[in-house]
């Protein structure tokens, strides 16, 4: 899963960048592109269950985010004002700017309205320029592909409406609408970045809640040791870090669930939407796995660590023998039997 750090200038994408590489797993910094950091998802039910284990290897979830370079188009032009890079992500986290620092009064609700108004602009010129396309296709006399038009047209109307188009599912989730990495199709997760002695959340209108960060204090978080990061946040008064419930909000914007796998060797959790048939969950472990699917063994993770054993878990009758369209729920333990 990789989400794009987004927002107006100087929001603090990148201090909040440098919070989340800093703190742990790789940074990698693109060619040209975008610094990327891959980052575990803290787990604590996966530590539980590598207790139990003790496998050779514990892998957590993982999820990308990127820090796009500004783009190097005029800022004249709103086709090319953000990064192309947000295209091809999964979802977008917006940075809103809630500290001075000597760049004036902040105004995260207003910035709020106007990055949402940018995206819907540039998700209208894509729409528009896809359209006109097609025209000029029909004008040369090639056949054109009604439904795609019907499609591009209903997204005109709701743009021009200034209706996201998240909020049509049907619409976004369509295999022909799927390639054009509409922005406003993307799940949006919203963060406001806090004066480093303010942890209250910013008044942003109905229905908006965000994840509160304070990016400066948490760079500075991520240089330090375990041991003084614990001694700092104790003295800020910081219980968790900010960085997790990023991560945390990160999986609920996406509407995604962990299940996990175990044995001897590895223990490990794997990320997947929410109402993934079993099969597809498989997949994701290995291609074989879903080519080849028999039947999966499904656990209750709390279950197992309460019973101690899958043996136990089986004799009490726990254990569920499940076919390709069973749906997992978050937090399972998945076996998969198969044959290619
Ligand atoms: N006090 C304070 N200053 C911050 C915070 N986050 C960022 N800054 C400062 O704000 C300025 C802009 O931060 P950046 O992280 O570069 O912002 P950005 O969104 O990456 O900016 P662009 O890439 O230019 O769009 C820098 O001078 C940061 O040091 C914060 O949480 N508190
Ligand atoms: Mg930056």
């Not at 097609?134 to 592909?145: P, V, Y």
């Not at 948490?218 to 960085?243: K, Q, V």
């Amino acid at each position: 899963m990789r989400l794009a750090l987004c927002g107006l200038p100087s929001g603090g994408k990148s201090t909040l960048f440098a919070a989340l590489s800093g703190r742990r797993g790789g940074m990698e910094r693109g060619r040209g592109g975008s610094d990327t950091a891959i980052l575990p998802v803290p787990d604590p039910r996966l530590d539980a269950l590598s207790d139990l284990y003790k496998p050779k290897k514990t892998i957590y979830a993982q999820v990308t985010y990127l820090d796009p370079p500004a783009p190097a188009g005029g800022a004249d032009d709103p086709a090319t004002r953000l990064p192309q890079e947000l295209k091809q992500v999964d979802g977008l986290v917006l940075v809103l700017r809630n500290f001075d620092a000597g760049l004036g009064a902040p105004t995260p609700a207003e910035d709020l309205r106007a990055f949402a108004e940018e995206m819907l602009l540039a998700d209208l010129i894509t729409v528009e320029r896809r359209l006109e396309r097609i025209a000029a296709e029909r004008q040369r006399g090639r056949s054109t592909d009604g439904e795609e038009i019907a499609l591009l047209e209903q997204a005109r109307g709701l743009l021009e409406a200034e209706e996201p188009l998240r909020d049509t599912p049907e619409l976004v989730g369509h295999v022909k609408m799927r390639g054009f990495g509409l922005l406003t199709s993307k799940p949006l997760m919203v963060v406001a970045n806090n004066a480093d002695d303010d942890p209250e959340p910013p008044e942003l209108g109905p229905g908006v809640e965000p994840v509160v960060v304070r990016a400066a204090i948490e760079a500075e978080l991520a240089e330090l040791d375990d041991e003084e990061r614990s001694e700092f946040m104790a003295d800020l008064g910081l219980t968790d870090s900010a960085l997790d419930r990023l991560i945390a909000a990160s999986y609920r914007t996406l509407d995604l669930i962990s299940f996990f796998t175990v044995g001897a060797d590895e223990v490990r959790a794997w990320t997947i939407k929410r109402g993934t048939p079993a099969v597809q969950a498989a997949g994701v472990i290995h291609s074989d796995l879903e080519r080849g699917y028999i039947r999966g063994e499904v656990m209750d993770h709390a279950e197992l660590l309460s019973h101690g054993s899958e043996a136990a878990l089986k004799k009490a009758g726990l254990v569920k023998v499940v076919g390709k369209d069973f749906v997992l729920s978050d937090g399972q333990v998945f076996h998969v039997l198969f044959n290619v």
